[in-house]
């Protein structure tokens, strides 16, 4: 286990930023101290020892923090960023946990102090519930963690994300441009999430259907548990890479409905070969 003998705050105690404080609490951090509007859930975060100190007044412990994990909706957490330019502690490393990364990175690079460095992050964990009562230490477990680091940078601090996210307990650290983040994440997440949410809305459910249902289709359904303002957000600042999906996804599905209509076996038998294929080697089998 790793040591961080720094300063750190989480901003955004909620369901990722909870359990980022729950990880790194176990790291054994010089002062952990977290920030959020809500007061409840500073008083609940500190009664339960996941941070040492709460604050709504983000100046406090910005002044003193070596490392700030901002876990905040995007346009919350650069619009945090922009309001807390000057408060920041010189040479600062500061990184995020959103699940868009152009716009973000792009943006807080454009106002960010040349005394602090802002490096992108995005812890591929979650839950379908929110909020800090929901938090686990363990969500980051043999996760994937994503860096989205730019040519301002330092070396160091691009290692020091690294050394936080094999430490919080993701297995794989990935080095990437943001702009790939985005067009890669728009078919991994996004469209998935996309899909759930069109099943579960279909007119055919209801409750007789629903003793129908099988481990198939609550594993397609799972994640339409979503929280409507953060994807509805994610959705929007990532639309064009998510409308490419969408037509390539609605391309296939067009595909495979004319093969069943024209009771094309053939045709079917190739499109299950193709895709099986490609899951054995998702899973390693290949």
């Known amino acids: 286990m790793i040591s961080l003998e720094f300063n750190i705050t989480v901003v955004g105690l909620g369901l990722i930023g909870g359990s980022y404080a729950m990880a790194l609490k176990e790291l054994n951090p010089n002062n952990l101290w977290g920030i959020d509007i809500d007061l409840n859930a500073l008083k609940s975060a500190e009664d339960l020892g996941i941070i040492d100190k709460g604050y709504r ?20 957490a650069i619009e ?90 993701c297995k794989n650290v990935v080095f990437i441009d943001a702009n790939v983040h985005d067009k890669i994440i728009a078919y991994t997440s996004g469209i998935p999430h996309i899909i759930a949410v069109a099943l579960m809305n279909c007119d055919n459910f209801d409750k007789e259907r629903g003793f129908f249902v099988g481990g198939s289709f609550r594993d397609a359904t799972r994640v339409a548990l979503i929280n409507p303002d953060l994807w509805s957000e994610l959705f929007i600042a990532n639309k064009e890479n998510i409308i490419a999906e969408l037509e390539e996804f609605e391309h296939n599905l067009a595909v495979m409905k004319e093969a069943i209509k024209n009771e094309d076996a053939t045709s079917m038998k190739k499109i299950f070969d193709m895709a099986g294929s490609k899951r054995r080697k998702l899973n390693g089998n290949e």
């Open 57 to 76: 007044d983000a100046k406090i412990p910005l002044n003193k923090s070596d490392i700030v994990i901002i876990s905040l909706y995007p346009e919350a």
């Open 80 to 169: 945090f960023i922009r309001n807390n330019k000057d408060n920041f502690k010189r040479g600062a490393v500061i990184t995020d946990t959103s699940g868009i990364k152009e716009s973000v990175v792009k943006e807080v690079s454009e106002f960010i102090p040349d005394w602090v460095d802002f490096v992108g992050g995005h812890p591929m964990a979650g839950r379908e519930s929110r909020g800090l009562a929901f938090a686990s230490k363990d969500i980051f477990k043999n996760a994937n963690y994503i860096i989205t680091p730019t040519n301002k940078n330092k070396k160091e601090n691009i290692e020091l994300i690294k050394k936080i996210a094999t430490g919080i307990g």
